[in-house]
């Protein structure tokens, strides 16, 4: 079983859809959540970042952990084709140093 | 700034030949690190360098070695390329205490036949 879990989609939406996407974890010591977003052909670029449980908000996008239930989310509000992309969660243990662990990635395509 | 760049873009290689790829940064950050990306794996990380001179051994490093030839340079190079090792690779960077937030470069496209 792998340490992070996310299903690979694709999930297709209206564009002024709510959005939601969502990752499970096994490894109780993370305490770093992270969302990168990743363009087709393009390297990942990190949209949201949280420490510990709690919401944390920056414009249309919501990033959300739920440590009791090893399970982090992340919504996109009011959807935009420019939305459009693969989404990865990445974890890191506190004193975790340099190594993430990453989801597989959840495609993402926003509808006209 | 050009951020995190990578050489080349694609290649392919036939089984046996070696290569080398190349990456560059040029945010002053001290870390890099090597990843590789397959359908349904993820990004797993192969090699990093937290800082200059020193290197260390991610998830997969079998059949790759690194060179950080400098604080802006990180290589990844194949001695001996194999049709497992086909994969896009990417090269990341980010300060030496904000590793969660790690800056990635375009990839390179690499077929091993």
């Known amino acids: 079983q792998k340490e992070v879990e996310q299903d690979p989609g694709p999930l297709s939406v209206p564009e002024g859809a709510i959005v939601s996407l969502n990752c499970t974890y096994s490894?109780?010591?993370?305490?770093?959540f992270m969302w990168y977003r990743q363009y087709s052909r393009k390297g990942p670029e990190l949209l949201m970042y949280?420490?510990?449980?709690g919401n944390k908000e920056d414009g249309r996008f919501t990033a959300q952990v739920d440590k009791s239930s090893k399970y982090i989310s992340l919504f996109i509000r009011d959807s935009q084709p420019s939305d459009s992309a693969t989404y990865l969660c990445?974890?890191?243990?506190?004193?975790?140093?340099?190594?993430?662990?990453f989801g597989t990635g959840t495609q993402l395509k926003v509808e006209l | 700034n050009a951020g995190v760049t990578q050489t080349p873009k694609f290649q392919v290689l036939k089984t046996g030949q070696s290569m080398t790829l190349q990456c560059a940064q040029d945010?002053?950050?001290?870390?890099m690190y090597w990843y590789r990306q397959d359908p349904g794996m993820g990004l797993r990380l192969i090699y990093y360098?937290?800082?200059?001179?020193?290197?260390d051994k991610g998830e997969v490093p079998n059949g790759y070695n690194v060179s950080r030839l400098n604080k802006r340079e990180f290589s990844l190079r194949l001695e001996s390329a194999a049709p497992s090792q086909t994969s896009v690779y990417f090269c990341?960077?980010?300060?030496?205490?904000?590793?969660?937030?790690?800056?990635f470069g375009p990839g390179t496209r690499l077929t091993v036949l």
């Open positions: 990445a974890m890191n243990p506190t004193g975790g140093g340099n190594k993430l662990t």
């Open positions: 490894n109780s010591a993370f305490q770093y």
């Open positions: 945010m002053n950050h001290n870390s």
């Open positions: 949280t420490y510990s449980s």
């Open positions: 360098s937290a800082s200059e001179g020193t290197t």
């Open positions: 990341a960077s980010s300060e030496i205490y904000t590793y969660n937030e790690q800056f």
